[in-house]
Nanobody
Framework: QVQLVESGGGLVQAGGSLRLSCAAS????????MGWFRQAPGKEREFVATTRQNGISAYSEYYADSVKGRFTISRDNAKNTLYLQMNGLKPEDTAVYYC?????????????????WGQGTQVTVSS
């Protein structure tokens, strides 16, 4: 079993930055795909970014087009922590952000393929 706890959300003005963290505990493995999704009120949960192993000690990152160039996903396996650095925030980035982890993820943008989820952290961007 894996437990995920997000932190770092808050209220920020447009153009500002936030850094989200996701602390993982339990039976986490370096081979797990880990990612960030978000859900705005009245909308479906959507893919934001993900990182997956690509070689013995290398990882690849993937981003939704809406955040590419502004957000950066990273992971520190020694600390069992996933990060999302968000720069140039826009009001449309307002949502609850969720951390997710999966063992056999094929399509990293599909939320249904992830096995574990955090409780979410609210990000609000004011105009």
């Amino acid at each position: 079993q894996v437990q995920l706890v997000e932190s770092g959300g808050g209220l920020v003005q447009a153009g500002g930055s936030l850094r989200l963290s996701c602390a993982a505990s339990g039976s986490t493995k370096r081979t797990y795909v880990m990612g960030w999704f978000r859900q705005a009120p009245g909308k479906e949960r959507e893919f934001v970014a993900t990182t997956r192993q690509n070689g013995i000690s290398a990882y690849s990152e993937y981003y939704a087009d809406s955040v590419k160039g502004r957000f950066t996903i990273s992971r520190d396996n020694a600390k069992n922590t996933l990060y999302l650095q968000m720069n140039g925030l826009k009001p449309e980035d307002t949502a609850v952000y969720y951390c997710a982890a999966g063992r056999g993820v094929l399509d990293t943008s599909r939320s249904s393929e992830y096995d574990y989820w955090g409780q979410g952290t609210q990000v609000t961007v004011s105009s």
